[in-house]
């Protein structure tokens, strides 16, 4: 059953957007998934959750993570199989372990956790929250973004993850993920 979250073998330079809500990942997933000629694997969450708003007028829930973490690596091996020698990632189940224990004081499903940890990656970037907060249905804390990209940083920094902060604009933004892109895939 658990193989479910597990990503499936790629060769494939897989990168990862990772930060708070309202940072820029969807943008710049977008932007660098259009310079690579490839493909980028949105974020699950958002639609699962907008549904569920839409829906019932409901909020995410502990049992939502679960289903959450399936969709999301679903698509990613799904898109992988699409994709031409680089995946973009607007986020990754890491990403759902942070949300999840940012708002269920700091309680994890021991089945996300474990593939959180184990499903890998050759860089993550970190988006940080110095353009404007953007609001919607979803998005909750404008003022506690700067304590959740604190977390993010923390957490890659905990398991040791490759990470670059991204900052300025949108510009600035691309072409420093892209310098660092272009180093992975020479290698």
Not at 37 to 64: F, G, H, I
Not at 96 to 106: R, W
């Amino acid at each position: 059953m658990e193989e479910k979250f597990k990503q499936e073998p790629s060769n494939l330079v897989k990168v990862v957007l990772f930060g708070p809500e309202s940072t820029g990942k969807t943008t710049l997933s977008q932007q660098l998934a259009k310079y690579y000629n490839t493909v980028w694997v949105p974020e699950y969450a958002r639609e699962y959750l907008q549904n569920k708003w839409n829906n019932e007028r409901k909020t995410c829930e502990p049992s939502d993570l679960l289903p959450i973490a399936e969709g999301q690596i679903k698509l990613e091996n799904a898109l992988a199989k699409k994709a031409s020698n680089i995946l973009i990632c607007d986020t990754d189940l890491l990403e759902t372990k942070v949300y999840s224990e940012a708002y269920y004081l700091g309680h994890c499903d021991t089945t996300l956790e474990k593939y959180a940890l184990e499903n890998t990656y050759e860089m993550y970037f970190l988006t940080y929250v110095d353009i404007p907060w953007e609001a919607d249905d979803l998005r909750d804390k404008p003022n506690e973004r700067e304590k959740m990209f604190l977390y993010f940083k923390e957490t890659l920094e905990k398991y040791d993850r490759k990470f670059v902060i991204l900052k300025g604009n949108k510009k600035e933004r691309l072409n420093k993920a892209i310098s660092y892109i272009d180093q992975l895939l020479k290698k």
